[in-house]
């Protein structure tokens, strides 16, 4: 069973930011949150990664509570281009590339 | 990072026949997966495929119908077998590279109909 929670669907305004929830209460101290995105008829990518701090790099912010039982992923300023699913994976140090796939949010980025 | 080629990017095939997908790395890799995308659905991993050895598969998927090979470090085949139109599905190669990058990276998919 996929250990996270995200919402199903997502609508956002082409230039604002979009902010997509998590909920992974049960995730464990060793454990990493992962988030990917797969685009109509393309394979997964990687976004970005964090422990327990905030992590922002050139393509999102990721925002994790002090608990660990939630993150969000932040898209600064959304386009067209961002419309995908979006992947929220936790995963233990080690067995990179091995990922359990949750439903994910589909996010739509409209005009 | 890490470019993956999956061969083929998509076919049709008759039930109770085989397909073979072939998935390059232009890189060496310690760990190759694969996983299978049904449609409409989240990725489901099939196999862990290790150069020198056996793969190892997840419940609910067997040797039989899902072989694979990895007969070095930049390639391997996922082979399915005797199909059904219940495996219509995208399969997905996936690599962990073995230069210390703790990203996975994706293949395109090879989208598979079976009618």
């Known amino acids: 069973d996929a250990k996270t929670t995200q919402p199903t669907s997502m609508d956002c305004a082409e230039g604002r930011a979009a902010n997509l929830p998590c909920n992974h209460s049960?995730?464990?101290?060793?454990?990493?949150v992962y988030w990917y995105r797969q685009i109509h008829s393309q394979g997964p990518q990687y976004i970005i990664h964090?422990?327990?701090n905030n992590e922002t790099n050139e393509m999102a912010s990721l925002i994790i509570t002090e608990d660990r039982k939630s993150s969000t992923l932040i898209l600064p300023h959304a386009t067209l281009r961002d419309t995908a699913v979006y992947y929220c994976?936790?995963?233990?140090?080690?067995?990179?590339?091995?990922?359990?796939f949750g439903a994910g949010t589909q996010v739509v980025v409209t005009p | 990072s890490a470019v993956i080629s999956q061969k083929p990017s998509r076919d049709i095939c008759q039930r109770g026949t085989s397909l073979t997908i072939q998935c390059q790395v232009d890189?060496?890799?310690?760990?190759m997966f694969w996983y299978r995308q049904q449609p409409g659905q989240s990725l489901t991993l099939i196999a862990t495929?290790?150069?020198?050895?056996?793969?190892?598969?997840e419940s609910g998927f067997v040797i039989d119908k899902f072989p694979i090979s990895r007969p070095n470090l930049t390639f391997s085949t996922l082979t399915v077998s005797n199909m059904s139109p219940e495996d219509s599905s995208i399969y997905l190669c996936?690599?962990?590279?073995?230069?210390?990058?703790?990203?996975?990276?994706f293949g395109q998919g090879t989208r598979l109909t079976v009618v």
């Open positions: 964090g422990l327990k």
């Open positions: 890189s060496q890799v310690t760990m």
């Open positions: 049960t995730i464990s101290g060793n454990e990493y």
């Open positions: 994976i936790v995963r233990a140090l080690g067995g990179w590339g091995k990922l359990q």
């Open positions: 495929a290790n150069q020198g050895s056996e793969a190892t598969y």
């Open positions: 996936s690599v962990e590279s073995s230069r210390g990058e703790i990203e996975a990276f």
